[in-house]
């Protein structure tokens, strides 16, 4: 992963945006990382913007304790409990 350190970013942003194009590029501040340039298409601006909004990564992390406390439901479960039947699967042989 390549790394910039911020006292030495003097290019312009156009310059930095077009090379993570290729990758990743992790920001630092006197060696330690303080934030990243990605690429997003379309599609990552709504995972951007919830994976730094506070509200839905305190939804998340309560959820995961949760699970760690009391453990999870399969989805075989979670099929019976909604009335739903397990889909059948094909065979090789059809």
């Known amino acids: 992963m390549r790394t910039l350190e911020l006292g030495k970013a003097t ?3 156009a310059q930095y945006i077009r090379s993570v194009k290729k990758g990743p590029v992790i920001v630092t501040a006197h060696g330690k990382p303080v934030a990243a340039l990605i690429y ?3 599609d990552d601006v709504e995972t951007a913007t919830l994976s730094t909004h506070p509200t839905f990564v305190a939804i998340l992390e309560e959820s995961l304790a949760r699970l ?3 453990g999870g439901i399969s989805s075989d ?3 019976r409990r909604f009335g739903l039947t397990k889909r059948k699967t094909r ?4």
């Open 11 to 13: 290019a312009p942003l």
């Open 77 to 79: 479960e979670m099929r």
């Open 91 to 94: 065979s090789n042989g059809r």
């Open 68 to 70: 760690r406390s009391e």
């Open 40 to 42: 997003i298409t379309g």
